[in-house]
């Protein structure tokens, strides 16, 4: 493939110390592109270190048609690898065809993740919670993963928090002293805690998004869940991927979000679907063919 003209700057970081750049160049650097391309391709044309947040979901499998791409995982990943900057996070979002038994695709991924230099930082859940899924001879589907991957240690983390069920002043238990006795000492509970690592959405028009254009995408993923991993792993200003961005989930959260976004998908039907629904935001998207003749 001929190498595209992509118009992808370095980071604002490194923009800073170009002795060329000016005041102006460095207040209006931003981001916002959608690429109609094989997302390895893309990648490799890109300098390391560059994207300091992808959300994404592949195909599962051969789950789903969507219009024949080409879905090389080792590629795709070696290049999350070199593109993502230190303590930059990867979530994978990706659940396993089950045709008998489950195919286990996502563990034999996560450990190749982490076998090319990703810690697995987390291993967090997404539960559905409406689910059709039923299975006759096991228990109804209701979860995929969602492999939260650091190169190195997370540079950012802003946690989520949910109201404690009860706050204020009480007598605490303390660790047992060697006499057996449970001490209690007044302490304080606090209104907050930070959220498990299980995050619950409705999925179905409404849960997923209210975009109706966005169903015209086979498999869209709920935009608070990309909101939720937006907010917590990167700030305002930082430049997030999505690899195989179908109907722009994660672009529209990004980008209402005060974050730089690229999205790639391999289908140029779903780069204009994506583009539709931005549009619809008012947020307004550079568009890039990078598509091989
Ligand atoms: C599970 S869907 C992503 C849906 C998305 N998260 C959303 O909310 O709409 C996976 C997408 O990967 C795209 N895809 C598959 N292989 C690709 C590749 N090599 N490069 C870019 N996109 C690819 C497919 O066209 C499909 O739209």
């Known amino acids: 493939m001929e ?3 992509l118009a992808l700057p370095a980071k604002a970081a490194d923009l800073a110390q170009s002795a060329t750049a000016t005041d102006s160049q460095l207040d209006n650097w931003q981001v916002s592109q959608l690429i109609a391309g094989n997302c390895v391709d ?6 390391a270190g560059i994207i300091d947040l992808t959300i994404t979901s592949p195909p599962y499998d051969s789950l789903r048609d969507y219009k024949g791409y080409d879905f090389p995982f080792q590629a795709i990943a070696d290049e999350l690898y070199r593109i993502t900057a230190d303590g930059g996070i ?58 939260v991957l ?3 240690k997370p540079a950012t983390f802003n946690p989520l928090k949910v109201p404690t069920a009860r706050h204020g002043m009480e007598l605490l238990t303390h660790n047992k002293l060697p006499d057996g006795i449970n001490k209690k000492k007044l302490g304080e509970l606090k209104k907050e805690k930070t959220r498990t690592n299980v995050w619950s959405y409705a999925v179905g028009l409404g849960g997923t998004t209210r975009d109706k254009i966005a169903f015209q995408h086979p498999a869209v993923f709920p935009e608070k869940l990309a909101l939720d991993h ?13 690899p195989m961005c179908g109907s722009g989930t994660t672009g ?19 780069i204009e679907i994506a583009r539709q629904r931005l549009e ?3 947020l307004t998207v550079e568009f890039v063919d990078c598509r091989s003749s």
Not at 105 to 131: C, P, V, W
Not at 257 to 267: C, K, L, Y
């Open 3 to 5: 190498q595209m003209e």
């Open 42 to 47: 893309i990648m490799r044309g890109w300098e």
């Open 90 to 147: 990867v979530v994978w979002v990706v659940g396993d065809r089950i045709n008998g038994g489950r195919s286990l695709t996502s563990f034999r991924q996560a450990l190749y993740f982490q076998e090319i230099g990703f810690s697995a930082h987390d291993i967090m859940i997404y539960q559905k919670k409406n689910t059709p899924f039923m299975r006759s001879n096991a228990y109804t589907n209701a979860y995929e993963m969602m492999f």
């Open 150 to 152: 650091c190169k190195g």
């Open 230 to 242: 937006i907010l917590s792993w990167s700030n305002p200003g930082d430049l997030v991927l999505d």
């Open 252 to 270: 529209k959260m990004a980008l209402l979000h005060d974050r730089q976004f690229i999205g790639i998908d391999i289908s140029a039907e779903y």
């Open 280 to 282: 619809t935001h008012g």
